[in-house]
């Protein structure tokens, strides 16, 4: 990540509250559809793929990188990256690497949470 | 309800300027209004349906049909970004096919070199902002995602993506409007700087104001008029999302909307004589023509190598105005753009160093949003009658 960089604060809201709130733990949660048992991120109250009730789960944390690409800054660069999850699920974040360059496509990666410039943390990946 | 032959495009106008200043949005839609009646022969009397997108000032459709003293029975502000222009048509040809209306005007305008542009999305503003925007997706970065992805998967190289900058740049030399007229090289586009790796500056297309109209009339009507005829032959659209997490960034949206405009409009690929494809950047153009078919998946990279998209040198010319990715992009949205330049083509009044010899059938393709979060996609097969 570039120097000094603090990411934005999420909006909280009624649906992704206990996100949030397991962050500040250090815990990445996802979603699970209670009737076809399908894991799906970002996280909202009903399935998308049958409109069924939810429930959280914990994630493991660990997942490979789908895609990335590394934006240039004045002081470096900053790593966009889809990750899919080991629970199934692909999710959109920053990957923090000591050298973009050693960065690539199927790479093992584990979650991390990093401060934002509000109370809340985000889930960011490094390198496993 | 087939679209085939259900209205015909009888007016366009593109306001001639990238950077407008002294100029209300609302004056715009206006000025071009009246322009694209003025070529299509009609006036604002004949006018019963109105089309725009959310840019336009008020809420949805309302102000603007105020503003231009429009007497509508049928009105829509569809938007789906840079596609939804292409909507527009086929919405308004289904209206017209359905007995709802009979003559359609569509109008945008948009100032973003002013900062009167499409307003950006906030923490709060969707559901899925705060899982977005933290991480800085910039516009570049969702389509170098999908870039990266499909050089991953095909072998697919930044020269071929070069490729296509190259040919939008030979057709850009002939228009004076055009932001950047320089013809350039594959080493030009990848010695450009990085904004997005593996997307290039010159892998972009250029940053305009713009304002436009089109106007869509019943098949008798347009008969009446004076201009070359222009007939809706197919139009299909789709959506694609991140789909609660099945990501596949590698197919767009017109793998969806494609076929279901060749087979309303019963034609191939191999049929198409000129195709405007929305080129918000380089990849946005080789996922799409594999999408419509125009070569199977994959092999985008090969396809529009070596000059294969230039006129009068490749099998498929494309955006002979220059496109996004060196004419204009108004608003940050390039789908009526694309369908100017195809009628330009089917009526025989492209520039005549691009102009497309027996030009009879011309596909418009567009996609709009953001390629790898939330997407759209329309297609349009029109024909010269």
Redesign the interface.
């Known amino acids: 990540m570039d120097v000094d960089f603090k990411?934005?604060?999420?909006?909280?809201?009624p649906?992704?509250a206990p996100f949030w709130d397991a962050a500040r733990d250090g815990r990445l949660l996802i979603k699970r559809c209670n009737a076809c048992g399908?894991?799906?991120?970002?996280p909202?109250a009903l399935?998308?793929?049958c409109l069924s009730a939810t429930s959280w789960l914990e994630a493991s944390g660990e997942g490979t990188i789908?895609?990335?690409?590394?934006?240039?800054t004045r002081d470096g660069?900053?790593i966009?990256?889809?990750v899919?999850?080991a629970e199934?699920?692909?999710?959109?974040?920053?990957i923090l690497a000591p050298d973009p360059q050693a960065v690539a496509?199927g790479q093992a990666v584990r979650v991390r949470f990093i401060p934002?410039t509000g109370d809340d943390a985000?889930p960011?990946f490094v390198p496993a | 309800m087939s679209l085939r032959g259900a209205a015909h495009i009888v007016g366009i106008h593109e306001y001639p300027d990238r950077k407008i200043e002294g100029k209300t949005l609302a004056q715009l839609h206006a000025e071009v209004a009246r322009a694209a009646l003025d070529d299509a022969g009609l006036t604002k009397a004949d006018v019963d349906a109105y089309f725009t997108d959310s840019v336009a000032p008020g809420l949805g459709p309302m102000s603007m049909i105020d503003y231009l003293g429009l007497d509508v029975r049928h009105a829509e502000s569809t938007d789906t970004g840079g596609a939804s222009y292409l909507m527009h048509v086929s919405h308004a040809a289904q209206a017209i096919r359905a007995g709802k209306c009979d003559v359609a005007l569509i109008t945008f305008a948009g100032m973003p070199r002013s900062g009167q542009g499409t307003p950006l999305p906030t923490m709060s503003s969707t559901p899925e902002s705060s899982f977005e925007l933290p991480y800085r997706v910039t516009v570049p970065a969702q389509y170098a995602l999908a870039a990266r992805r499909h050089m991953h998967e095909f072998g697919t190289t930044p020269e071929q993506l070069a490729w296509i900058k190259v040919a939008a740049s030979h057709h850009a030399q002939h228009n004076p409007h055009a932001m950047l007229r320089e013809v350039v090289t594959v080493a030009d586009v990848v010695n450009s700087r990085m904004v997005a790796d593996p997307l290039h500056l010159l892998d972009c297309c250029v940053v305009s104001d713009g304002a436009g109209a089109i106007i869509v009339a019943r098949p008798e009507i347009a008969r009446s008029l004076k201009r070359p005829g222009v007939r809706l032959r197919g139009a299909g659209e789709a959506v694609k999302t991140l789909k609660g997490g099945r990501v596949d960034l590698t197919t767009t949206a017109a793998a969806r909307s494609g076929p279901i405009a060749f087979a309303e409009a019963g034609v191939t690929p191999a049929d198409i004589k000129y195709a405007s494809i929305y080129d918000s950047f380089t990849i946005t153009v080789l996922l799409q023509l594999e999408d419509l078919g125009f070569c199977a998946k994959g092999r985008g990279g090969a396809f529009v190598a070596d000059g294969n998209l230039i006129s009068g040198i490749g099998k498929l010319p494309f955006n002979t105005d220059g496109g996004g990715l060196c004419n204009n992009h108004p608003n940050n949205r390039g789908g009526a753009t694309k369908i100017f330049e195809a009628v330009r083509q089917l009526r025989g009044e492209a520039h005549p160093a691009v102009q497309v010899a027996n030009c009879d059938l011309a596909l418009v393709q567009a996609t709009g949003a953001m390629l790898t979060t939330r997407h759209s996609s329309a297609t349009l097969v029109l024909e010269a009658v």
């Open positions: 990411p934005a604060a999420p909006a909280r809201n649906e992704t399908e894991a799906f991120f970002y909202r399935c998308p793929f789908y895609s990335y690409t590394a934006v240039p660069a900053y966009v990256a889809l899919t999850l199934g699920p692909t999710m959109m974040t920053n496509i934002t985000l960011v």
